[in-house]
């Protein structure tokens, strides 16, 4: 079930990353350090870096992938390509087993499988405020991560469960923000 919801996550992040206009490169983003360009470029990165891991590059090949430039002349060309080849390679034999050597610790592959769906879910959601488009994510997205979360402040209890998981990530939704 989680490398479907891989799929779906990934499948999020490349439609908003096609409604991306050429002047929309520059925009702000969610996370105060990055424009649209550069968070394209984080998640293609991360997932070059999780087909590293896999494959059994140690903490310092995978680390100094981030400062390469991972997008070129075609920026949804190399996110689609990099998401195909990571998701060959959580689908190999013996993947979901390995041990790997993630920069935050010691991880099998199984247990990257959901830092990966969050990482572009979330991200998809960042690309979405960005550009002005649907922020929505798939129900199914978000329950699954959710299940990953700390407990509901009171307060959020009556939320959306897209806006539990916002607040949880330091985000908030147009709802939120009027309240």
Request: with cysteine.
């Amino acid at each position: 079930m989680s490398l479907a919801l891989l799929h779906v996550a990934l499948d999020e992040f490349a439609r908003r990353l096609r409604l991306v206009g050429p002047n929309d490169w520059g925009r702000r983003t969610p996370c105060s350090e990055w424009n649209v360009r550069a968070l394209v470029n984080h998640v293609v990165g991360a997932n070059v870096r999780y087909r590293l891991l896999l494959r059994g590059a140690s903490v310092e090949q995978v680390e100094a992938t981030r400062s390469v430039d991972h997008l070129g002349d075609d920026a949804l060309a190399s996110f689609l390509a990099s998401a195909d080849q990571m998701v060959a390679c959580f689908r190999e034999d013996g993947a979901l087993d390995r041990v790997v050597h993630h920069v935050s610790g010691d991880r099998t592959g199984s247990a990257l499988v959901p830092m990966r769906i969050l990482d572009a879910a979330i991200h998809a959601w960042d690309l979405a405020r960005a550009i002005g488009a649907d922020e929505t994510l798939p129900d199914e997205v978000v329950a699954y991560l959710l299940a990953f979360a700390t407990p509901y402040d009171d307060a959020l209890r009556t939320a959306s469960p897209q806006d539990r998981l916002l607040h949880r990530l330091g985000r908030h939704s147009k709802t939120e923000e009027i309240r």
